[in-house]
Nanobody
């Protein structure tokens, strides 16, 4: 059974930092892409960042480029999202996803709340 478990969310002031973690288990993810998405109240889920597990290529939404960094630890089967210079508009539930390609995600975590106060 595939499981993605996010952690690391919380409340932070604008300009602060948080690091989200996504621990993956239940299958081999070596050929997969791992992504972070977020959903704010009343809005659709949107792409934030992604990384290919095999070679570590990274992709970012324009809104987070230069502020967020996605990385992976193969030994721990864990993907991270380092979020710096946080803004109130970054407030959302952040979800981790895994899929066979960057455009397709088959598995999702339960989400972790990030709240940025002004």
């Amino acid at each position: 059974q595939v499981q993605l478990v996010e952690s690391g969310g919380g409340l932070v002031q604008a300009g602060g930092s948080l690091r989200l973690s996504c621990a993956a288990s239940g299958r081999t993810f070596s050929s997969y892409a791992m992504g972070w998405f977020r959903q704010a109240p009343g809005k659709e889920r949107e792409f934030v960042a992604a990384i290919t597990w095999s070679n570590g290529y990274t992709y970012y939404a324009d809104s987070v480029k230069g502020r967020f960094t996605i990385s992976r630890d193969n030994a721990k089967n864990t993907v991270y999202l380092q979020m710096n210079s946080l803004k109130p508009e970054d407030t959302a539930v952040y979800y981790c996803g895994a899929g066979p390609r960057l455009s397709t995600y088959d598995y999702w975590g339960q989400g972790t709340q990030v709240t940025v106060s002004s």
